[in-house]
Nanobody
């Protein structure tokens, strides 16, 4: 059983920065891709970024490319999302997700919520002046 627990959500002003963390248990033998998704009220859950646990390949939504950075600390079994230049439209609940897929799949697969088997409970990010 994989457990994912997000933390680091907060309220910040536009232009500010935040770092989200996702502590993962039982991840080494069950998942090779981890991702961040977000969902604002009344909208569908959308992919933000993903990382290949083994090779460190990273993938990003065009909406966050250049502003957000996904990374992973294998020794700590922790996934991170460094967010900079935050905008009000980044306001959402942010979720950590994990799955096992054939290596080499692209963003078209990783960006689909149905591709991910395990999910955390989410952490709220609010960007407002």
């Amino acid at each position: 059983q994989v457990q994912l627990m997000e933390s680091g959500g907060d309220s910040v002003q536009p232009g500010g920065s935040l770092r989200l963390s996702c502590a993962a248990s039982n991840i080494a033998t069950t998942s090779n891709y981890l991702a961040w998704f977000r969902q604002a009220p009344g909208t569908q859950r959308e992919a933000v970024a993903a990382i290949y646990w083994g090779g460190r390949d990273t993938y990003y939504s065009d909406l966050v490319k250049g502003r957000f950075t996904i990374s992973a600390d294998l020794a700590k079994s922790t996934l991170y999302l460094q967010m900079t230049s935050l905008k009000p439209e980044d306001t959402a609940m942010y979720y950590c997700a994990a799955t096992w897929l054939q290596s080499g799949v692209g963003w078209s697969v990783l960006g689909q919520p149905r591709s991910h088997k395990w999910w955390g409970q989410g952490t709220q990010v609010t960007v407002s002046s």
